[in-house]
C-alpha cells in the first residue's frame, strides 16, 4: 500500500499552489514570450512581469519599483552583501549574527578571505541578540548590518523594528534576511527602518528558483552579473518569467487571506506542541516561544537520536528535518542550536517541523501517534 505523505518540512519548500501552477503553465505555453522582444509576444511576458511586481510588493507593503528579481534567496542576500562591499573591501566592517542562514555564513567567509571585517553578533538562550551589544558593535567603518528577520530553525524573531531603529540612529543600512518571514508575518516594509530586504518563493508555495531584493534606495545596490538590461540592470540575464509569474501568483493568494493562513498555521503548530510536549516525555520547544514565526516548531527529544527519528519518521511517511535543507549533508549538529547554548549531544537530539497551510489537524494527529511509538522504540 502507498503510504500517505505527511509534510511537516515547510520551512526547507512547500508545495507549489494549484492556481500557481496553472499560471506557470500559461507563461510556459500560450502565453510565452521574452520580456525583452520589441513585439507584442515580448509585451506580453513583460506584463506577466509587472504583474508579478506589483503583487509581490503588495505582500510585503512596498512599491513595485523597489522590488529586484533574483534566481533565489541565497541570490539575494549575496547580492546585498556584494553591493556593500565592493568599492570598499579593506577597511570595511560587515555586523551580522552567528545564526544566519549559510547563504550569509558563506559569503561572510568569502569576504573575510577578501579583507573585509565580519563580526558576529551572539545570540541568547532563546535565539535572540542582544540590542545594547548590537549599539556598541556599529562603528564608522561598518557598511552594513544584516540579522535574519526569522530563523530557518527555530522560526525566532528578531526585533526588526527596533533593530533598524538603531541601525538609522547611526546612519548604517539594515538588511534583513526575510526568507521565512514573508508570508508567515504580517509586514509593510516601506514603513519600516530597513534598507534591502532579502526573500525566496518557495517558502510560500511558488515554484523554487526565484526570489527578490527589497531596496529602499537603489543606489546602494549593484549588480554581481554583467549582461543585459533586464531588471533595469541589476538583474542581467532573460528573466525566470514562469518562476516570476508563479511567485506573483502565490504572493497574490496569499496577501489575499494573510491574517487567517497566519492562524491557521499557528493553530495547527500549537496544537502539535501541546500534543507533542503532553505525549512524549522528554521533549522540550527550542527557542523564544513568545517571539516566535506562525509556523515552526524546533523539538528536544531527550535522550533521543534526532538523525534516526528523521529517518524511521521518513520510513512513516513523516517528513521533517534536523536542521536547515541547505546543512543536511553536512555531519555536524545544528550552529544554530549550538549559538544557543545546547550541547552537541542536545542538538543532535532536535528536530525541527514547520507546518503549512496544506497541513491539516488529522496530519497532526497520526503524525503524533507515529511519533509517540517510535520514541518509545528508540528509547528502549
Ligand atoms: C533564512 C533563509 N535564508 C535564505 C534562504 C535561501 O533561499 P533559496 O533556497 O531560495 O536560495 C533560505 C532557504 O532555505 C532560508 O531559510
Given at each position: 500500500?502507498k503510504?500517505k505523505?505527511?509534510?511537516?518540512?515547510?520551512n526547507?519548500?512547500?508545495?507549489?499552489?494549484?492556481?500557481?501552477?496553472k499560471?506557470v503553465?500559461?507563461v510556459?505555453g500560450p502565453?510565452?514570450?521574452?520580456p525583452?522582444?520589441?513585439?507584442?509576444t515580448?509585451?506580453?511576458?513583460?506584463?506577466?512581469i509587472?504583474?508579478?511586481?506589483?503583487?509581490l510588493a503588495?505582500l510585503i507593503?512596498?512599491?513595485?519599483?523597489?522590488?529586484t528579481?533574483?534566481?533565489?534567496?541565497t541570490?539575494a542576500?549575496?547580492?546585498?552583501?556584494?553591493?556593500?562591499?565592493?568599492?570598499?573591501?579593506a577597511?570595511?566592517?560587515?555586523?551580522?549574527?552567528?545564526?544566519e542562514?549559510?547563504s550569509?555564513?558563506?559569503?561572510?567567509?568569502f569576504?573575510m578571505?577578501n579583507?573585509v571585517?565580519?563580526?558576529k553578533?551572539?545570540?541568547?538562550?532563546?535565539?535572540?541578540i542582544n540590542?545594547d551589544e548590537?549599539?556598541k558593535?556599529?562603528?564608522?567603518?561598518t557598511?552594513?548590518?544584516s540579522i535574519q528577520?526569522?530563523?530557518?530553525e527555530?522560526?525566532?524573531?528578531q526585533?526588526?523594528?527596533?533593530?533598524g531603529?538603531i541601525c538609522?540612529d547611526?546612519?548604517v543600512?539594515l538588511?534583513?534576511?526575510?526568507?521565512?518571514a514573508?508570508?508567515k508575518?504580517?509586514m509593510n516594509?516601506q514603513e519600516?527602518?530597513?534598507?534591502?530586504l532579502?526573500l525566496?518563493g518557495?517558502?510560500?508555495?511558488?515554484?523554487?528558483g526565484v526570489?527578490a531584493i527589497?531596496?529602499?534606495d537603489?543606489s546602494?545596490?549593484?549588480?554581481?552579473l554583467?549582461?543585459?538590461f533586464?531588471e533595469?540592470g541589476?538583474?542581467?540575464?532573460?528573466?525566470?518569467?514562469?518562476?516570476?509569474t508563479g511567485m506573483?501568483?502565490?504572493?497574490e493568494?496569499?496577501?489575499?487571506?494573510?491574517?487567517?493562513?497566519?492562524s491557521?498555521?499557528?493553530?495547527?503548530?500549537d496544537r502539535f506542541?501541546t500534543?507533542?510536549?503532553d505525549?512524549?516525555?522528554?521533549?522540550?520547544?527550542?527557542?523564544?516561544?513568545k517571539?516566535?514565526v506562525?509556523?515552526?516548531s524546533?523539538?528536544l527529544?531527550g535522550g533521543?537520536?534526532?538523525?534516526?527519528l528523521v529517518k524511521?519518521?521518513d520510513?512513516?511517511?513523516?517528513?521533517?528535518?534536523?536542521s536547515s535543507?541547505c546543512?543536511?549533508f553536512?555531519?555536524?549538529p545544528?550552529y544554530?542550536?549550538?549559538?544557543m547554548?545546547l550541547?552537541?549531544?542536545?542538538a543532535?537530539s532536535?528536530?525541527?517541523?514547520?507546518?503549512?497551510?496544506?497541513?491539516?489537524?488529522?496530519e497532526i494527529?497520526s503524525a503524533?501517534?507515529?511519533?509517540?511509538?517510535?520514541t518509545?522504540?528508540?528509547?528502549n
Amino acid at each position: 500500500m502507498k503510504q500517505k505523505e505527511i509534510y511537516f518540512d515547510n520551512n526547507a519548500t512547500t508545495r507549489p499552489l494549484p492556481e500557481v501552477r496553472k499560471e506557470v503553465l500559461k507563461v510556459m505555453g500560450p502565453e510565452f514570450g521574452n520580456p525583452s522582444s520589441a513585439h507584442s509576444t515580448g509585451e506580453r511576458a513583460l506584463k506577466h512581469i509587472s504583474q508579478a511586481r506589483n503583487q509581490l510588493a503588495q505582500l510585503i507593503g512596498s512599491d513595485s519599483s523597489k522590488i529586484t528579481f533574483t534566481g533565489s534567496g541565497t541570490e539575494a542576500n549575496n547580492m546585498v552583501f556584494y553591493s556593500r562591499t565592493r568599492d570598499k573591501t579593506a577597511g570595511c566592517q560587515i555586523l551580522t549574527t552567528t545564526v544566519e542562514h549559510s547563504s550569509i555564513r558563506k559569503m561572510c567567509n568569502f569576504l573575510m578571505l577578501n579583507g573585509v571585517t565580519v563580526n558576529k553578533l551572539k545570540v541568547n538562550k532563546e535565539g535572540l541578540i542582544n540590542l545594547d551589544e548590537l549599539k556598541k558593535a556599529i562603528n564608522k567603518k561598518t557598511s552594513l548590518v544584516s540579522i535574519q528577520w526569522v530563523n530557518n530553525e527555530t522560526g525566532v524573531i528578531q526585533p526588526i523594528s527596533e533593530i533598524g531603529e538603531i541601525c538609522a540612529d547611526a546612519g548604517v543600512p539594515l538588511h534583513t534576511d526575510a526568507a521565512q518571514a514573508v508570508g508567515k508575518i504580517e509586514m509593510n516594509v516601506q514603513e519600516m527602518p530597513i534598507e534591502f530586504l532579502s526573500l525566496t518563493g518557495h517558502k510560500f508555495h511558488s515554484p523554487q528558483g526565484v526570489g527578490a531584493i527589497y531596496c529602499k534606495d537603489k543606489s546602494l545596490l549593484a549588480p554581481m552579473l554583467f549582461g543585459g538590461f533586464q531588471e533595469d540592470g541589476f538583474r542581467p540575464g532573460t528573466e525566470n518569467v514562469p518562476g516570476i509569474t508563479g511567485m506573483g501568483k502565490a504572493a497574490e493568494i496569499r496577501h489575499q487571506n494573510l491574517p487567517e493562513l497566519i492562524s491557521k498555521m499557528k493553530d495547527l503548530r500549537d496544537r502539535f506542541e501541546t500534543m507533542l510536549l503532553d505525549f512524549v516525555p522528554g521533549t522540550k520547544v527550542n527557542g523564544d516561544t513568545k517571539n516566535r514565526v506562525c509556523n515552526t516548531s524546533n523539538i528536544l527529544f531527550g535522550g533521543i537520536d534526532g538523525r534516526r527519528l528523521v529517518k524511521e519518521l521518513d520510513q512513516y511517511g513523516v517528513r521533517c528535518s534536523q536542521s536547515s535543507a541547505c546543512t543536511n549533508f553536512e555531519i555536524a549538529p545544528s550552529y544554530v542550536l549550538l549559538a544557543m547554548g545546547l550541547t552537541e549531544e542536545e542538538a543532535y537530539s532536535s528536530i525541527r517541523f514547520s507546518f503549512s497551510v496544506e497541513n491539516t489537524y488529522e496530519e497532526i494527529d497520526s503524525a503524533i501517534e507515529i511519533i509517540r511509538k517510535l520514541t518509545d522504540k528508540l528509547k528502549n
